[in-house]
């Protein structure tokens, strides 16, 4: 079986711009978490989609945006880009019923310049 | 609110048994983890714990909790370079699918 897969892996952009990150979950898992990972703040939530819907979310600005696909398959998006928000975005899948055992993918690299 | 704490660093000598130690402050917790980050990789999970549960072991790996405490631990036997990364401990929170993790624990090897 696949395992959680994410592009790009890396990722260059300016202040002000928008980026676009997708996610593959694991076949047959429906829940998708998102997580920012940095050397400051360590691994934050940012949030989770189930079904399509988001499910759960963590605590940043609405510039933090994602949906889920009807395959499960998960985009997030940040707009306004600061240079705050460079980072490492991992996402996670789970069955999302009750057995909560996510699955890491490998992470996009962003760099903001 | 919820918060999960570990010591930044752990050094140890090849072949002995390592010690990670977590503390977490969410009693509703279900299950309560163990992941590893190597350089430049994403999170692998190691092991997890339900919180009914005293101690699991999966190979060289030892997982122990004391829910009165609030403390969990990961000990790996003969460690050997390749366990050399950053090992975080997380918790399930307030809800199961939403991940708190710790800082992370990074374990060095010596000869």
């Known amino acids: 079986k696949a395992g959680v897969t994410q592009t790009p892996r890396y990722l260059i952009k300016t202040r002000g711009q928008q980026v676009t990150l997708s996610c593959s979950p694991i076949s047959g898992h429906r829940s998708v978490s998102w997580y920012q990972q940095t050397p400051g703040q360590g691994l934050q939530f940012l949030f989770e989609y189930f079904s399509e819907t988001q499910r759960n979310k963590g605590n940043f600005p609405g510039r933090f945006s994602g949906r889920q696909f009807s395959n499960s398959r998960s985009e997030m998006n940040v707009s306004t880009l600061e240079l705050g928000d460079s980072a490492l975005y991992l996402c996670?899948?789970?069955?999302?019923?009750?057995?909560?055992?996510?699955?890491f993918g490998p992470g996009t690299r962003l760099l903001v310049l | 609110g919820e918060d999960v704490e570990q010591s930044l660093f752990l050094s140890v000598r090849e072949g002995d048994s390592s010690v990670i130690n977590c503390t977490y402050t969410?009693?509703?917790?279900?299950?309560l983890y163990w992941y590893k980050q190597e350089p430049g990789a994403g999170l692998q999970l190691l092991t997890y714990i339900f919180s009914n549960m005293d101690m699991k072991q999966d190979q060289r790996l030892t997982v122990l909790l004391n829910k009165k405490d609030k403390h969990l631990s990961l000990r790996i036997a003969d460690t050997q370079t390749g366990d050399s990364a950053i090992y975080f401990c997380?918790?399930?929170?307030?809800?199961?699918?939403?991940?708190?993790f710790g800082s992370g624990t990074r374990l060095s090897i010596r000869p």
């Open positions: 997380a918790e399930s929170g307030s809800s199961a699918s939403k991940i708190i």
């Open positions: 969410d009693s509703s917790s279900t299950y």
């Open positions: 996670a899948s789970s069955m999302g019923q009750g057995e909560e055992t996510q699955y």
